[in-house]
């Protein structure tokens, strides 16, 4: 096992991470900027370094600070987080040639997944059904419309160094193709320096389900079942929620398996997550891979028992997994991102001091923050306060415990998505589990009060 382990990271992460660090009675290396002086996870790690002014692009993606600050500390071990540094695989290859564990995968799994159209190759190889579209990526216009066409109307045109939604177009028809097509290119060279794109039969009303993976170096990888992130808004998740409303014991055997194989098929070493489209004919297909610990990983924590933080510490101290199947499911797990943002002014962030923070409890209620009475909500990074997350006995249960903590939860000083998460819990479609990707885009008078 490791002796000090450095957090790349900063908020609800950085905290959850040294608490599994904590019950592994491994040491803690705090990063911060200058704008994270007075966060909690700088108090409660055991050493910490300044890397930097508050632009994240100055501290927290800063690669030789973060290499300095473990040799400056003896850190023998980096854990990323989400976000940040945590899909870079010059990251994690700069960690090994410094000698230093990355807690992940390798530079080469977080490059093949990293490439969407190499990732889609890589699952049909091993039979994962992928959204019918072309083998790779396409370049000619009037070839990729040809494809289109066999493809049959809408397409979507996705750049292959895109994922969560950006570098994205829809094509309706083949009069809208060569517009769309060239613009999805000229973006995604802009936005990623490589227009490679690929295109892809476009779903309408796609349930969003992903599979949580874990893998270690003996050869295991397991899923420990599903989560629905259906609600969304602009590829930002609000929502998660396990067991999916809309799964069945057959349907998880036969998306598990395949999530499993794919992950197998790169030799998946961690904590993963296989993304997922579920149509409404039944039809699932293989979306992207992410390499990383998921905000929302708690979700199936609460459901599997099973702590993902201290697996995937444990996978990459080279010790196996400490579980090897699915465990028994309890009951239905609902996690709420908790921002500070104001959904009545299109989430706009809503920075600040925090006057009054009264956390929820009682049964089957977690709460990961980072948030206290008299804290700055910075500026410069996402605007995540809190996650929220609720167990019951069944969905119904769930659903009315995190009714009762949304009210019950009191923060002043900033405006935060509490009362409208608490609308969406009272929604008749929400409550039925009648939920896709564009659940919310129907339901635009969730994002105000009523008068
Ligand atoms: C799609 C799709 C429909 N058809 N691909 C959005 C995030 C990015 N990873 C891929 N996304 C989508 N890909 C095909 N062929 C619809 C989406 C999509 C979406 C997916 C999951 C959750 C929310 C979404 C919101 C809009 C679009």
Redesign the pocket.
Known sequence: MFNKILIANRGEIALRVIRACRELGVQTVAVYSEADRESLHVRFADDDVCIGPPPARESYLRIPRLIAAAEITGADAIHPGYGFLAENAEFAETCAASNIAFIGPTAEQIRVMGDKAAARKAMADVNVPI?P?TPGPVEDVDEALALAKEIGFPV?I?AAA????KG?RVARDADDFARSFQLARSEALSAFGNGDVYV?????R?R?IEFQILGDTHGHVIHLGERD??V?RR?QKLIEEAPSPAMTPDLRERMGADAVRGAKAIDYVGAGTI?M?LDEDGSY?F??MNTRIQVEHPVTEMLTGVDLVKEQIRVAAGEPLSVLELPMLRGHVIECRVNAEDPARNFQPSPGKIEVFHPPGGAGVRLDTHVYDGYTVPPYYDSLLAKLICQGRDRQEAIRRMHMALESFIIEGVTTTIPFLARVMEHPDFQAGNVD??FLERHGELFKEPA
């Open positions: 959204i579209g979507i996705k895109g994922g969560g939604g994205m892809e039969k476009f779903l309408q796609p969003h992130c259906s969304q590829h993304e489209l297909y979306m992207e990707t564009k």
